[in-house]
């Protein structure tokens, strides 16, 4: 997915040149919670997946501070966050 930065009304924003300010790469693959399971399990901070738009997501910044998500289908309901308790 690319998206353009708006630069007029109400959601616009301008980058201050931050080198992966405002950049989201979207991985859509078959099972977030695991990827999500595998980086924190290495130490990598990521965020904990939520569900939106029937899809698992779960994001990650990269060493040069790309925003990396990762989302995978799923008909568990809308705004569930993840716990390992109740998978």
């Keep these: 997915m690319l998206q353009e930065i708006r630069k007029e009304g ?3 924003w301008v980058p201050q040149g931050i ?3 405002g950049i989201s790469i979207y991985f859509i693959c078959k099972d977030a919670l695991s990827i999500y399971r595998q980086v924190t ?3 990598i901070k ?3 997946p939520v569900v939106g738009n029937g899809m698992w997501v779960t994001s990650l910044l990269d060493p040069d501070g790309y ?3 990762f989302e995978s289908c799923t008909d568990v309901p809308e705004d569930t ?3 390992e308790h109740e998978e």
């Design 46 to 48: 990521a965020s904990r």
């Design 41 to 43: 399990s290495r130490g």
């Design 19 to 21: 080198v992966g300010e």
């Design 81 to 83: 966050e993840f716990s």
């Design 10 to 12: 109400h959601d616009s």
């Design 67 to 69: 925003r990396i998500e």
